[in-house]
């Protein structure tokens, strides 16, 4: 089974450029996630999909940064401008369900990353 | 205060030593309480999970839950320096949702022969 995949997996732009980033998530996942990991810290979620609706985008920076997931499959994440606090690694997970049954847990698999340096 | 608290370290031992690791809470509604290892520029893994309070054993590795103390433990006996990497746990449940996790800061772990 292929993983998820994500590109680019490192990018170099300066303060006020845009970038973007590609996930491709496990075929038949419905629930896509993005999570930002700054160094020395563990991962912080950005937003949740289900399908192509979004589920959770309370921690998302909304005034630089959008996501979307056309299709229900790919996601798009983009940083518009960028500033030098978003460096940091760009996680991309999905699961299969989004609710757990009998207690079982709706395991996240994650991607490779995208590392970003902002100059 | 952060929702879940972990010593970065880094925790070095000899090949073949038990080590713990350790976080601790404050949101006293989560319910899944997970481990993952994420090895250097790679994304995270999942290594174990427990629903609620309790014990699980899985080869070399056992998790631990109290959710009277707020803190869980992951102990990983006869140690490899394949198991070099960083330790995160994760919680979820209550009003954030099942599948929302929070991540303690992980922990690094060498292991040296």
């Known amino acids: 089974e292929a993983g998820v995949a994500q590109s680019p997996r490192y990018k170099i732009i300066e303060k006020r450029q845009s970038v973007a980033f590609w996930c491709n998530p496990i075929?038949?996942?419905?629930?896509l996630y993005w999570y930002q990991q700054i160094l020395g810290q563990g991962p912080k979620l950005l937003i949740q999909?289900?399908?192509?609706?979004?589920?959770?985008d309370s921690q998302l920076p909304k005034d630089r940064f959008s996501a979307e997931r056309l299709k229900g499959v790919d996601s798009t994440l983009k940083i518009q401008p960028a500033k030098l606090e978003d460096s940091a690694v760009y996680l991309c997970?999905?699961?299969?369900?989004?609710?757990?049954?009998?207690?079982?847990?709706?395991?996240?698999?994650f991607g490779p990353g995208t590392r970003l340096t902002v100059l | 205060q952060k929702e879940v608290e972990q010593d970065p370290g880094p925790l070095s031992v000899p090949e073949g030593a038990i080590v713990s690791l350790n976080c601790t809470y404050s949101?006293?509604?989560?319910?899944?309480f997970m481990w993952y290892r994420q090895y250097s520029r790679k994304g995270p893994e999942l290594l174990m999970y427990?629903?609620?309070?309790g014990n699980k054993e899985d080869g070399r590795f056992t998790a631990q839950v109290d959710k009277s103390s707020k803190y869980i433990s992951l102990f990983i006996r006869d140690s490899q320096p394949s198991d070099s990497a960083t330790y995160l746990c994760?919680?979820?449940?209550?009003?954030?949702?099942?599948?929302?996790?929070?991540f303690g800061a992980g922990t690094r772990l060498a292991v040296h022969p």
């Open positions: 949101n006293s509604a989560f319910q899944y």
């Open positions: 075929s038949g996942h419905a629930t």
């Open positions: 999909f289900q399908n192509n609706g979004v589920v959770d």
């Open positions: 427990t629903y609620s309070s």
């Open positions: 997970a999905s699961s299969l369900d989004i609710i757990g049954r009998d207690n079982s847990y709706n395991e996240q698999f």
């Open positions: 994760a919680m979820s449940g209550g009003s954030g949702g099942y599948n929302k996790l929070i």
